[in-house]
Nanobody, 120 residues
Framework: QVQLVESGGGLVQAGGSLRLSCAAS????????MGWFRQAPGKERERIATISPRGSTTYYADSVKGRFTISRDNAKNTVNLQMNSLKPDDTADYYCAANKLVMTSTPNYWGQGTQVTVSS
């Protein structure tokens, strides 16, 4: 079965950096768009970054543009999210997602999530 396993979350001070990773298995990774979503307490889940199956196209939400970078390694079946200049507003549970060919708001597969806390 398909598994997406996130890692790299934690506690960081404002202005710091974190790198999230997602290891995928059970799917033909290079045919799936990958993405990162986040959900803060009391808020709706937000799509923050996506990357096309070959890595040629990326999307960033305005809230993270210029600070976060999504990348993928199709040889290792991994997708990463480099998060710089973190703000307290970035505090949330972060989820990796996979969807065939193009990312949507309701992807086929989700990871279990990893918590990111940014202290002021």
């Amino acid at each position: 079965q398909v598994q997406l396993v996130e890692s790299g979350g934690g506690l960081v001070q404002a202005g710091g950096s974190l790198r999230l990773s997602c290891a995928a298995s059970g799917l033909t990774f290079s045919t799936y768009a990958m993405g990162w979503f986040r959900q803060a307490p009391g808020k709706e889940r937000e799509r923050i970054a996506t990357i096309s199956p070959r890595g040629s196209t990326t999307y960033y939400a305005d809230s993270v543009k210029g600070r976060f970078t999504i990348s993928r390694d199709n040889a290792k079946n991994t997708v990463n999210l480099q998060m710089n200049s973190l703000k307290p507003d970035d505090t949330a549970d972060y989820y990796c997602a996979a969807n065939k060919l193009v990312m949507t708001s309701t992807p086929n597969y989700w990871g279990q999530g990893t918590q990111v806390t940014v202290s002021s």
